[in-house]
């Protein structure tokens, strides 16, 4: 029942696009969105929003952006058809199928499990406050464990090399429970492990994971806070958030050029800061520079990928019927060690299977509705993407239900749905992170039990 009254403002951000000259598939598009942004809004500060997130971010990347190739930087436009950023099919075929798939996906992410719906999370955070009286030291611990896997990753096998990057990412843990805990100069150890996270991401020019991550803490810090929010606070800190990526968008490039070609030996950190400065004081670079407005909207249009599946299946290769999502799920579960040659995750295999296309520097992927269509067609791609989305509010639910035995178990939902809230991924890399990441858990918990006897 919470999105209820969010409809009629929906529907009449359809009436008014509409008259925009888009089409009608277009226009619900862009209606569905705001329906997932307000009940985002809405449920910030209440509820742990991973669904949400998951909503927004899709109905943004799969429907909205996609509008702007379609009516801008589509196969006329001189920039879009020198770098070939143009979809590659028309707007009708394209949302006659991403628009229904997104739809079925949120039915199943706003599935009113018992836990995920509710507004009273704030419980779950001063169950954890009260946990961890007299566990003070378990932040201390956890951020040991972190950095070293940090260092040791660097030189670490590289069969080991996923095992340390969940290890490295128990700084984040530590986090949360440094602040809910009564840590002597939690601040301090707070701030001296934002900037040990900053310094990795700016030493390799990747921001990504930092800011997924960093939105994450933010809806759990929120969560956590007695206060009410109004929701025009919680508006104004998404504006600010958006504002936040744009820049970094606008930084990210430029900064990398200097960094990864010219093999700067300076201040990274100052170069970063006089870099963002800069924007901050003349606003027009961001906004003003054609070039960087294009590469925005190319690296958010997910519709670019997608629409090379639809363009290219059936026609030029068959549908799986499935077979390819079963082998996903089942390797999820099945170590490399006992089946040598089980599928691979990631853009470059997905990108050449679903799409005939050969990705070599740089990164891309089908998403989860590209990879739902490439293994069942149009109609059954859509009713998996009802049981995909269902299948977060249900993990979700399950954490929230296992918190109230282990209380501290929630503060590790930005380490465990990290990758569940990155919409341009496969079915399988996101169903192995969440798994393995899960184990992880459970062997830091059994570890610090059987060997510290502590009950992290």
């Known amino acids: 029942m919470n999105g209820i009254k969010f409809l009629l ?14 089409t009608l598939l277009e226009s ?8 997932a942004f307000l009940r985002l809004i809405d449920g910030l500060g209440k509820r742990l929003i991973i669904v949400d997130l998951i909503a927004v971010l899709a109905t943004l990347m799969w429907l909205v952006i996609p509008i702007i190739f379609f009516h801008i930087y589509n196969e006329h436009n001189p920039v879009a058809k020198l770098w070939v950023v143009y979809i590659p099919v028309s707007s009708d075929e394209y949302y006659s199928y991403v628009l229904p798939a997104t739809i079925f996906m949120l039915l199943g992410l706003y599935f009113p499990f018992r836990y995920t719906q509710q507004n009273n999370h704030i419980i779950w955070i001063e169950h954890v406050r009260k ?4 566990k003070e030291n378990v932040a201390i611990l956890l951020l040991g464990i972190g950095v070293f896997c940090t260092f040791a990753g660097r030189i670490a096998p590289g069969s080991l090399g996923f095992v340390f990057k969940l290890g490295s990412d128990l700084l984040f843990v530590a986090i949360f429970y440094a602040l809910y805990s009564n840590l ?5 150890i707070i701030g001296v492990v934002a900037s040990f996270l ?5 030493s390799g020019g990747m921001f990504g994971e930092l800011v997924f991550l960093a939105i994450l803490t933010v809806v759990l810090y929120l969560t956590g806070r007695k206060e009410q929010f109004t929701f025009a606070f919680k508006i104004g800190v998404v504006v600010v958030g958006f504002f936040s990526l744009l820049l970094l968008q606008s930084v990210k490039h430029a900064y990398r050029d200097v960094i990864w ?5 300076g201040n ?7 870099m963002v400065t800069e924007r901050l004081l003349n606003p027009a670079k961001i906004w003003g520079d054609d070039y960087m407005t294009f590469t925005i909207a190319v690296r958010a249009n997910q519709g670019l990928m997608i629409g090379q599946v639809l363009d290219y299946i059936p026609e030029k290769k068959d549908i799986s019927y499935g077979k390819d999502i079963g082998l996903a799920i089942a390797s999820s579960f099945v170590p490399r060690v006992l089946w040598n040659n089980k599928p691979i995750a990631g853009g470059r295999y997905n990108m050449l299977r679903y799409a005939g296309i050969v990705i070599r520097q740089y990164s891309m992927n089908v998403s989860a509705v590209g990879e ?3 293994n069942f067609g149009k109609w059954g791609g859509i009713v998996f993407m009802f049981f995909y989305g269902l299948f977060f509010s249900y993990a979700v639910s399950q954490v929230l239900k296992f918190s109230i035995r282990y209380p501290s178990l929630i503060l590790w939902i930005p380490f465990l749905f990290y990758h569940s809230v990155v919409v341009e991924t496969d079915v399988l890399s996101v169903l192995n992170y969440l798994l393995k990441a899960s184990f992880f858990a459970w062997v830091i918990y059994s570890g610090f039990r059987w060997f510290l006897k502590i009950n992290i």
Do not use: R
């Not at 403002?9 to 888009?22: D, F, K």
């Not at 990274?268 to 006089?274: D, H, S, T």
């Open 268 to 274: 990274k950190v100052a170069l970063f800061a006089n």
């Open 261 to 265: 070609l010219t093999n700067y030996e």
């Open 198 to 202: 900053l310094l990795k991401s700016l």
């Open 28 to 35: 619900v598009s862009v209606s569905l969105a705001v329906y």
């Open 131 to 134: 946990y961890l009286l007299g």
């Open 9 to 22: 403002p929906a529907l009449l951000v359809l009436l008014l696009v509409q008259s925009s000259g888009l």
């Open 372 to 374: 739902a269509y490439g």
């Open 184 to 188: 002597a100069y939690k601040k301090l």
